[in-house]
């Protein structure tokens, strides 16, 4: 055969569109890996899935939040960056299919995806500058270069006059591609690739270690005021019932982090000032172990907990009383004369939080916590130092890695939460939870404890009842208090009969509420409700 339109060894149509593709997915690659290799050198907060996440949380409103908590609870963090390492494919085999035949847009299009990482790096509340965009910078950069070469490489050349063109040119005159280039560079780009991005991971898990060194170097002193021992009747031996102490490694965790905090305890300081602060401090770590330090069990509640959810716990912690540093600055709460009524805690990480001074300072133990079921705090809950409120919603209280406290007032500042729908003022609502049995379990029939918790911090839970089907409400049984902001265990022994059975339950607190039988989602300012649970008995 002669017809050289046959003949020619021109690639199919499709292979160049498929390999560009190929090279779109390996300079994304690149890009991310010497992003997070250049971030393990400036901050692991500044690399650009880091920064993407944390600009797209900021902006999730308050209900597709909700709605992420729900479905995802504390795996929602790996979703969103899953979700945004699955947009960043799809932009990469585009402009890798488009490569070919438009190189520089191709190109462009990755230098303008590190563009928008770096943007987010620099908008980022806690940003340190200027070179937080670095890492995506660069990331770009490099991925730009490899895609316009590996484009390069798909381009069709005309081969050499008298057939000497390409490695298989001499044989098959006709336009075609450099394969052997293509291949070497597209396995010597992956390899790289893999070879920075595990560099980089190795920096990154490296760059804390000041902090971890100052957290394995800490020796919390004594209390100055004990805790009393937790009654022993306020734990009950039940299987399936929360335990009185939750265990710090299963304490719930709620923030915006995508990458927790790791700050060097004795380079900390802790500013307070503002309205009304007649002497203004800052505080080293050290400052503050110095003072007197109280220790109490107190009970933490998130404002996202749904009606029977998890994200409620009770700990011991260990700290200063924040009314007494408040009161030595000079700050004297609303109620005696003073001009601001919002207290504004905010982290290293750029969050704010707002609490009613008037409640910090009424006699109750907020707390300005260094310690945590006598540890140290753990770094994911706040170390080194963070608030703890009895009676508030965590987001309205409980700042983690705080560095700031300021003296405002509601009218003149919205913190984080608040310019995101959620209530200026959150007061824990009255709630109660069965633990055991579960949803959906099978007990047998005749004797079947049904036990849980129940919570109204600083109120104290004076009653549990429960109910099944719709027969009456009947008393369950009340472990010892520990302390009015502490949660109580409840039990009650329930002479199971065969069938589908649905158990209610409800709390009174101190106040002589019933809790609300009236059902609110969290959005704003808390879930209501009662906790059922079906269970079939056998
Ligand atoms: N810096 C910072 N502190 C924070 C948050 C946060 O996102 N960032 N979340 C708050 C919320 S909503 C709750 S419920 C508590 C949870 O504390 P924990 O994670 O130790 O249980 O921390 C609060 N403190
Ligand atoms: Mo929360």
């Not at 035949?101 to 995806?113: F, I, N, T």
């Not at 009314?323 to 004297?332: F, K, N, P, S």
């Not at 919205?414 to 069965?434: E, G, H, L, M």
């Not at 709390?507 to 059922?532: I, K, L, M, N, Y």
């Amino acid at each position: 055969m002669t017809d050289d339109g046959k003949n020619r060894r021109t690639p199919r149509s499709g292979t160049r569109p498929a390999l560009g593709a190929l090279s779109g997915v390996l300079a994304g690659c690149a890009a991310l890996a010497v992003a997070e290799l250049a971030a393990g050198r400036v901050r692991p907060q500044a690399g650009p899935v880091v920064a993407v996440g944390g600009a797209a949380i900021d902006r999730t409103p308050a209900a597709v939040k909700a709605w992420a908590i729900r479905n995802f609870g504390t795996d929602d963090k790996l979703v969103l960056q899953l979700g945004i390492l699955a947009v960043l494919a799809l932009f990469a085999l585009a402009l890798g299919a488009l490569a070919p035949r438009y190189r520089r847009s191709g190109s462009a299009g990755v230098l303008l995806l590190g563009a928008v990482g770096a943007a987010a790096a620099i908008g980022r509340p806690d940003s340190t500058g200027l070179t937080d965009a670095l890492p995506s910078a660069v990331g770009g950069v490099a991925g730009a270069f490899l895609l316009y070469f590996l484009a390069g490489r798909l381009a069709l050349r005309a081969p050499a006059p008298g057939g000497a063109g390409g490695t298989e040119g001499a044989a098959f005159p006709g336009p075609e591609w450099d394969r052997r280039g293509f291949v070497l560079a597209a396995s010597a780009a992956a390899v790289a690739s893999a070879g920075a991005g595990v560099l980089g991971r190795v920096l990154n898990a490296t760059s804390g270690r000041d902090a971890v060194a100052s957290r394995e170097d800490l020796v919390l002193p004594a209390p100055d005021s004990p805790a009393p021992a937790v009654p022993r009747a306020a734990q009950v031996r039940i299987p399936g019932i929360s335990s009185f102490t939750t265990p710090n490694q299963d304490f719930y965790r709620v923030d915006t982090a995508l990458v927790v905090p790791k700050v060097d305890a004795t380079a900390w300081r802790l500013r307070v000032h503002g309205r009304g602060v007649v002497r203004p401090v800052t505080l080293s770590f050290d400052d503050l172990l110095r003072r007197d330090l109280i220790e109490r069990d107190i009970t933490l509640t998130c404002v996202s907990n749904e009606v029977g959810g998890p994200y409620v716990g009770n700990a011991r912690w260990l700290g200063v009383r924040l009314a007494d540093l408040l009161t030595e600055c000079g700050v004297r709460p609303p109620s005696a004369g003073g001009p601001a009524d919002q207290l504004v805690a905010r982290s290293v990480d750029g969050m704010t939080l707002g609490s009613p001074v008037e409640d910090v300072m009424d006699g109750r133990d907020a707390l300005l916590a260094v310690g945590m079921n006598g540890e140290p705090l753990p770094f994911a809950h706040g170390f080194p130092v963070r608030m703890v409120v009895p009676g508030l919603y965590g987001y309205v209280s409980a700042c983690k890695w705080i560095e700031d406290i300021e003296l405002t007032t509601f009218d003149a500042y919205d913190p984080y939460w608040v310019k995101r729908d959620w209530a200026r003022r959150a007061p824990v609502k009255t709630q109660s939870r069965i633990d055991t049995p579960k949803p959906f379990a099978r007990p047998g029939a005749g004797t079947v404890m049904v036990a849980g918790v129940a919570w109204a911090q600083h109120r104290g839970i004076d009653k549990v009842e429960v109910r099944v089907d719709d027969g009456p409400w009947q008393p369950a049984r009340l472990a010892a208090e520990d302390s009015r902001d502490t949660w109580r265990q409840w039990s009650f022994p329930w002479q199971a009969t065969r069938g589908g059975h649905t158990l209610t339950v409800r709390a009174t607190d101190r106040t002589g509420a019933v809790q609300t039988e009236e059902r609110a989602r969290t959005v704003p300012d808390g879930a209501s409700g009662r906790h059922s649970v079906v269970v079939t008995v056998d």
